[in-house]
């Protein structure tokens, strides 16, 4: 696991999992990372099924079209981004298993941002903050995560601190055919 410094190198086909709580800035990373083809995002999942990103009762659904497009993408060697929390297990490995099925690298982006920088950012967060109790539990769980990343088979970049989140840098590399 590395404490980045300098870029983030990605092979152009990886599925990309950001990691970290709500308010860590894994969607403001992803924006400023990515072009925006490359990012599913679950609060856009949730938007496009139920109106409304912040509308948890739409997950299930959200998340059933996020892996279908995930697959799609990985399917195509197309760079996958995944900006959710991505804390579970359970949530990680549907999209591991798509990885494997069609060879493609996985890599975890770790937001490991301190607990008040998340609560902090999550307040300022316009129309779609989440529960303080959400974010601590989701906050718990990262770190609790943390150990198990790279046994998973996820190549780790772990971005500790809000200003490591803030000046991190991603270069896509061409994968030899």
């Not at 300098?6 to 400023?32: M, N, Q, T, W, Y």
């Not at 009762?57 to 497009?69: E, I, Y």
């Not at 990680?92 to 902090?120: I, K, T, Y």
Request: charged content about 25%; aromatic content about 6%; glycine content about 6%.
């Amino acid at each position: 696991m590395s404490a980045q410094a300098g870029p983030i190198e990605l092979p152009a086909d990886a599925l990309v999992l950001l990691i970290g709580a709500s308010g860590a800035g894994k969607s403001s990373f992803a924006a400023r990372c990515f072009s925006a083809d490359a990012v599913l995002s679950s609060d856009a999942y949730r938007a496009r099924v139920a109106g409304d990103e912040a509308d948890q009762s739409a997950s299930d659904a959200a998340f059933q079209l996020l892996h279908a497009a995930a697959s799609e993408r990985l399917a195509m060697g197309w760079l996958t981004v995944i900006d959710a929390t991505n804390v579970r297990h359970d949530a990680r490995l549907p999209l591991l298993e798509a990885a494997d099925r069609f060879g493609r690298p996985p890599v975890a982006v770790v937001f490991d941002v301190s607990l008040a920088q998340c609560l902090e950012r999550n307040t300022r967060r316009v129309g779609r903050s989440v529960p303080a109790r959400i974010v601590r539990r989701q906050h718990r769980m990262m770190l609790r995560a943390l150990p198990y990343l790279a046994a998973e088979g996820l190549k780790v970049y772990r971005l500790s601190g809000a200003e490591a989140v803030d000046g991190a840098t991603v270069s896509v590399v061409d994968v030899p055919e």
